[in-house]
């Protein structure tokens, strides 16, 4: 008895291996998530207990009991830099109060290797 392939249409043989493939994903992803809540490793929450949980606002009100101070800026470092910096730290979850804002020396970093070789090959 021969035994033919069901199928030799190559979208739906495409089809199969794709819905293979994310369910397959899917699953792993539910998988990784069930690992992470009963993780056994990691250390309980411990929340601070505050006697005035203040909400966190982007924009405090004018009646604002004590101003709060300017963070530290070096010169040259405009506020919209400062606004953006603030902005991206506060977007990652840092619910905490931005002090001082500093340019660091690049020299010998990386990026600052992958600059210069990228120039370098642009240049020829």
Do not use: C
Not at 7 to 27: K, R, W
Not at 63 to 86: F, M
């Amino acid at each position: 008895m021969e035994h033919s392939p069901v199928t030799t249409n190559p979208l739906i043989i495409m089809m199969i291996n794709m819905t293979v493939v994310f369910i397959v994903l899917v699953v792993l992803m539910y998988l990784i998530k069930l690992i992470h809540f009963i993780d056994p490793t990691k250390e309980p929450e411990v929340k601070e207990a505050s006697e005035e949980e203040e909400p966190l606002v982007a924009v405090k009100s004018a009646t604002a009991s004590a101003p709060e101070p300017a963070p530290v800026v070096e010169e040259g470092i405009k506020p919209e830099v400062i606004a953006a910096i603030t902005a991206a730290i506060a977007a990652y979850g840092f619910a905490g109060q931005v002090k001082a804002v500093h340019i660091i020396n690049h020299e010998g970093t990386p990026w600052r290797a992958a600059a210069k070789f990228n120039n370098n090959l642009q240049r020829k």
